[in-house]
C-alpha cells in the first residue's frame, strides 16, 4: 500500500512539473544582427533587444512542443528549444542563443 501511494505521489509531482514548462533568463546570440537576445520573464512574457540601437521590445511567447513562438511586429519569430541552455533561431532570428 505505501509503495503504491508514493509511486502515485511521484508520478503526480512528475506531470506537474512537465505541465508547467516554462523558460526563464537571457539567451544571447553573437550570430543575428538583428536580435540580439530573449530575456523570458513570467509565465508567458520575453523582452527582445535589438541589435541596432540595444531597444527593448515585450512580447508574448507560446511553447509548442519544441519550439517556441514569439508573438512579435511585423511577423512571429520560431525557436527550436535544442537544450535547456539553447535555442536556435530560424528566418529572421536565425542563429544560436546561448542562456547567459
Known sequence: MKKTILWSLL???TILY???ARLEGTFASEENPIYKSLTFKGKNTVVIRDGFLG???VAEYV???N???VKAE???LLFEIVSKDTLSGEGFAKGL???E
Open 11 to 13: 508520478l503526480f509531482f
Open 18 to 20: 512537465g505541465c508547467s
Open 55 to 57: 531597444m527593448e521590445h
Open 63 to 65: 511553447i509548442d512542443d
Open 67 to 69: 519550439f517556441i513562438r
Open 74 to 76: 511585423p511577423s512571429d
Open 97 to 99: 542563443y546561448i542562456k
